[in-house]
């Protein structure tokens, strides 16, 4: 398998939020992920990065997204004030995040905070990964 990354950097706006929802999605879609899958990458990405934007005192949020063995994962970071925790572990938002994506992981330290998301491939009898795997 050819593992690949894509990184891109957006003004740290909720307007730019769409360009960081369409790439993720066009990304899973050309992996192989199911239509709800891809849709589930997108909605945790989008909620992701509304959550960092809260906390943005920076002009960017950067968005890297890597081909990994069990699928994909998304890296969305963003400079903040603070080493405070991005998201409560008891919020609406972390719930959202939890039935979204397969792992998530926040880290916050030198006003830097990291949301790492990742989406597991579901394997179909059959279909094009199983194939692909013999």
Known sequence: MVF??????????AG???ILRTTVGGFA????F?????DDLRMAVEEAAVQLLRQ?????L????????LGVEVRLLAQVD?????????????TIL????DDIHVESKAQRATITLSKHRLTIPGGSAERDSR
């Open 34 to 38: 199911t239509l709800d899958q891809v």
């Open 82 to 94: 603070g080493d405070d925790p991005i998201i409560d572990e008891g919020s609406f938002s972390w």
């Open 4 to 13: 690949d990354t894509v990184s891109l950097t957006i003004p740290a706006t």
């Open 29 to 32: 879609a050309r992996d192989q």
């Open 16 to 18: 730019h939020l769409a």
């Open 62 to 69: 950067n968005m890297d997204i890597e081909t990994t063995d």
């Open 56 to 60: 943005s005192r920076g002009q960017r």
């Open 98 to 101: 939890r039935a979204l994506a």
